[in-house]
């Protein structure tokens, strides 16, 4: 709606996709990394263009988008598979897992339905290109229309990326017997993932996010945790509202990350080793493994969600699951007084999945709802509780907004969101002494933070002029390109009852060594 108002869609490609999102210039909160996502942003104008502000329109497009995913997880199990039926259970069971309404549901969840449309119609096209009998126009065309879906699926979302490694390995001569064949086969993709980062390094001034610092080995570690955790929670209906990983992941002990660490080289061993008799199972792990481990980078912040991470992994892992599970009942058949009830046991598996998804739908009814289900699931976790929180804020309802806030900051207390939001409950609500007794508490706990300056900034605007115009240079200082900084700058400058005695009071401190380079930097 703020693309339509402003009648400029195509900015979606010179833009940061979070900044837009935040309506900020820069990154308002404490995001591990930066987003660059213009297709999806683009589709979303679409559907406002052609619905108005009709939520069924853009809920209509999530579903086709959801169904033409389906039809290409089919297509691909058809071929991997080779049996009809096999391609069905594969599809049929992609479609229903429960896990991944938060995708398909859930309106933001386009980002991954374009993407892996987007992925999945390029390696359709790729390996049909390739089949016998193919003119080389037709080939040319195929690899041509492959590198143009692949472009779009990594404009959708970036982690379409790392499935390279994965189609480069297609476990079949199809896209060629040697490295250098396949990797010719591969040029349109190759050529279509160097384009996208050039771009995405050009608007993001560089790609951010990938220095190692403690925050990237703590990713690291929980990388195995995650890749386990995904492949129980698609065959096991466990959850299916959106998780903070980052605290279930903290919950972890060390142990516990070793064992997950263990267990997880175990299964590559194994995988490894019968890839040449289990070539499906072992790709299609291999797809899910390089498609989902990027988002390990999350895990250490707050991120809320898991099933729409988890919605590109699993269109391919399911077939290599089908696979193996056609393999054990084969195995099993032998010694069974009725082979037909391992058929029927899939038939009722997808049975219990429509029904679990089919209650998992309701809890995407809307925000409260939604809020709801989290904090009925989660209770001893912050998100729940804090999202409560923010959407009373939003609503205006300040008093009713700080115990939920408060609860939220409890339970996790390094979480500068929640200390930030609780702030500005309490100074909305007119408690600014205890505003100011959190705000100095997080420029302690985070001495290099924008938001704890500009609380502070806030709760001693009419109290402490002096105090206050030191804390927003704090602010600026800590985050010259701060937007909100800026505009608290611009506000006690020239808007507020005591501007004159605030400029006085900026004049002055500019005039110290510490913020004396800021001056030069800051409009006058």
């Given amino acids: 709606s703020k693309l339509h108002a402003q009648g400029a869609p195509w900015r979606v490609f010179g833009t940061s996709t979070l900044a837009l999102v935040l309506d900020s210039g820069a990154r308002a909160l404490d995001q591990p990394l930066d987003l660059y996502r213009?297709?999806?942003?683009?589709?979303?104008?679409?559907?406002?263009?052609?619905?108005?502000?009709?939520?069924?329109v853009q809920h209509l497009i999530n579903t086709l988008l959801h169904l033409s995913c389906v039809s290409l997880v089919y297509l691909h199990a058809r071929r991997l598979l080779q049996d009809a039926r096999a391609a069905l259970i594969a599809a049929a069971w992609f479609g229903l897992t429960p896990l991944l309404t938060e995708a398909h549901v859930w309106i933001s969840g386009r980002f991954d339905l374009l993407s892996t449309a987007c992925g999945l119609l390029a390696l359709w096209l790729l390996v049909l290109g390739r089949d016998a009998g193919r003119t080389r126009f037709v080939q040319g065309a195929c690899a041509l229309a492959a590198g143009g879906a692949f472009s779009l699926g990594?404009?959708?979302?970036?982690?379409?990326?790392?499935?390279?490694?994965?189609?480069?390995?297609?476990?079949?001569?199809?896209?060629?017997?040697?490295?250098?064949?396949?990797?010719?086969?591969?040029?349109?993709?190759?050529?279509?993932?160097?384009?996208?980062?050039?771009?995405?390094?050009?608007v993001l001034s560089g790609v951010a996010g990938l220095e190692?610092?403690?925050?990237?080995?703590?990713?690291?570690?929980?990388?195995?945790?995650?890749?386990?955790?995904?492949?129980?929670?698609?065959?096991?209906?466990?959850?299916?509202?959106?998780?903070?990983?980052?605290?279930?992941?903290?919950?972890?002990?060390?142990l516990g990350?070793?064992?997950?660490?263990?267990?997880?080289?175990?299964?590559?061993?194994?995988?490894?080793?019968?890839?040449?008799?289990?070539?499906?199972?072992?790709?299609?792990?291999?797809?899910?493994?390089?498609?989902?481990?990027?988002?390990?980078?999350?895990?250490?912040?707050?991120?809320?969600?898991?099933?729409?991470?988890?919605?590109?992994?699993?269109?391919?892992?399911?077939?290599?699951?089908?696979?193996?599970?056609?393999?054990?009942?084969?195995?099993?058949?032998?010694?069974?007084?009725?082979?037909?009830?391992?058929?029927?046991?899939?038939?009722?598996?997808?049975?219990?999945?429509?029904?679990?998804?089919?209650?998992?739908?309701?809890?995407?009814?809307?925000?409260?709802?939604?809020?709801?289900?989290?904090?009925?699931?989660?209770?001893?976790?912050s998100h729940g509780h804090g999202m409560l929180g923010v959407a009373l804020l939003n609503q205006r309802r300040y008093a009713e907004a700080v115990p939920e806030l408060v609860r939220a900051h409890a339970l996790a207390p390094n979480q500068l969101l929640w200390a930030s939001r609780l702030g500005t409950a309490l100074l909305f609500s007119g408690q600014k002494q205890a505003a100011l007794a959190l705000a100095e508490h997080e420029i302690v706990t985070h001495p290099?933070?924008?938001?704890?300056?500009?609380?502070?900034?806030?709760?001693?605007?009419?109290?402490?002029?002096?105090?206050?115009?030191?804390?927003?240079?704090?602010?600026?200082l800590h985050d010259p390109n701060n937007m909100q900084c800026g505009e608290a700058l611009a506000f006690i400058r020239s808007k507020h009852p005591n501007a004159a005695r605030f400029?006085?009071?900026?004049?002055?401190?500019?005039?110290?060594?510490?913020?004396?380079?800021?001056?030069?930097?800051?409009?006058?």
């Fill in 38 to 56: 213009p297709f999806t942003l683009l589709s979303f104008y679409a559907g406002y263009a052609w619905g108005g502000g009709l939520t069924i």
């Fill in 448 to 476: 290099d933070a924008p938001e704890p300056q500009l609380l502070a900034a806030y709760a001693t605007l009419d109290s402490d002029q002096a105090a206050s115009a030191r804390h927003v240079l704090e602010c600026l």
């Fill in 257 to 381: 990350q070793a064992l997950c660490a263990l267990l997880l080289l175990a299964l590559c061993a194994f995988l490894f080793r019968v890839r040449a008799r289990a070539r499906v199972e072992s790709w299609s792990a291999l797809w899910f493994s390089c498609a989902l481990a990027p988002v390990a980078l999350t895990t250490t912040e707050l991120w809320p969600g898991f099933g729409r991470h988890v919605y590109l992994p699993w269109s391919i892992g399911v077939i290599g699951a089908v696979a193996a599970g056609a393999r054990a009942g084969h195995a099993l058949a032998p010694y069974l007084r009725v082979p037909r009830v391992l058929t029927l046991f899939a038939y009722a598996y997808l049975g219990l999945l429509f029904l679990r998804s089919h209650v998992a739908v309701y809890d995407w009814a809307d925000e409260a709802t939604l809020i709801a289900s989290i904090a009925r699931a989660a209770p001893e976790r």
């Fill in 212 to 254: 190692l610092s403690s925050a990237r080995w703590r990713a690291l570690a929980n990388a195995p945790v995650l890749l386990l955790d995904a492949a129980l929670n698609v065959v096991v209906p466990l959850w299916s509202y959106p998780r903070a990983l980052n605290e279930d992941y903290a919950a972890i002990a060390p």
């Fill in 154 to 202: 990594l404009l959708a979302k970036e982690p379409l990326l790392f499935t390279l490694p994965a189609i480069a390995l297609w476990p079949s001569s199809a896209l060629g017997v040697t490295w250098r064949a396949r990797l010719r086969t591969l040029l349109p993709l190759l050529v279509a993932s160097v384009l996208y980062l050039a771009l995405r390094a050009h």
């Fill in 503 to 524: 400029r006085l009071e900026l004049d002055r401190l500019f005039a110290q060594p510490r913020w004396s380079a800021l001056a030069s930097r800051l409009p006058r």
